[in-house]
């Protein structure tokens, strides 16, 4: 079982929007509509900011959106600012090997 | 206030043993699932095992069968992670995670809460 491939880093200036990406299989991403999103600041624990792919929890900026297309999941951060800056996980429940798979991890640069 | 509060950091030597633990505060601690989920120095996150307080069911993710135990202490509110003899590739940091749920397959469920993380370092 692999971890969900995502790109190291995507960079925006602030107010832009920028799109991080989530590539898994039809095990994964692509089989089920239980992808979740966590952002993580450094030295700090992740925070969940989307679960089943669209949906944020109580408390969460609707800046960030996420969507999903066949085997890939995406999350959306619209009028970036400064304090996006840290990694971003996907994460899928997968039907092979361990239920639960995480992303290689993106790192969002405010510039 | 949901919060899951962990043990403080540990630095240990290989082949010595470890319990780490994580204190549910702020929530009926006996119906939710807990995980430990690892995240080795500059990687990503891997699940670990998840146990129920309730009733202490527990499961393991198949790269953490045999190498940890989980277990739980209702009456304290607090679930641990163990080994019994530590590796150097055990260096990393672990998390507790709360899913928003008491099924009994809770493998849908996204982490809720998370603990602040236990930094281990295992060195000679």
């Known amino acids: 079982q692999s971890a969900l491939t995502q790109p190291a880093s995507v960079s925006g200036s602030p107010g832009q929007s920028i799109t991080i990406s989530c590539t898994g299989t039809s095990s994964d991403v692509g089989g089920f509509g239980h992808v979740s999103w966590y952002q993580q600041h450094p030295a700090k624990a992740p925070k969940l900011l989307i679960y089943d792919v669209t949906t944020r929890p109580s408390g969460v900026s609707d800046r960030f959106s996420g969507s999903k297309s066949d085997n890939t999941a995406s999350l959306t951060i619209s009028g970036l600012q400064a304090e996006d800056e840290a990694l971003y996980y996907c994460s899928s429940y997968s039907s092979d090997g361990a239920p639960w798979v995480f992303g290689t991890g993106t790192t969002v640069t405010v510039l | 206030e949901v919060q899951l509060v962990q043990s403080g950091a540990e630095v240990k030597k290989p082949g010595e043993s470890l319990k780490i633990s994580c204190e549910g505060v702020g929530y009926n601690f006996t119906k939710f699932w807990i995980g430990w989920v690892r995240q080795m120095p500059g990687k990503s996150l891997e699940w670990m095992g998840i146990?129920?307080?309730?009733?202490?069911?527990?499961r393991y993710s198949p790269s953490f069968e045999g190498q940890v135990t989980i277990s739980a202490d209702k009456s304290i509110s607090t679930t641990y992670l163990q080994w019994s003899s530590l590796k150097a590739s055990d260096t990393a940091i672990y998390y507790c995670a709360r899913l928003p749920s008491a099924a009994y397959n809770p493998y849908i469920y996204p982490f809720d809460y998370w603990g602040q993380g236990t930094l281990v370092t295992v060195s000679a």
């Open positions: 146990i129920y307080p309730g009733d202490s069911d527990t």
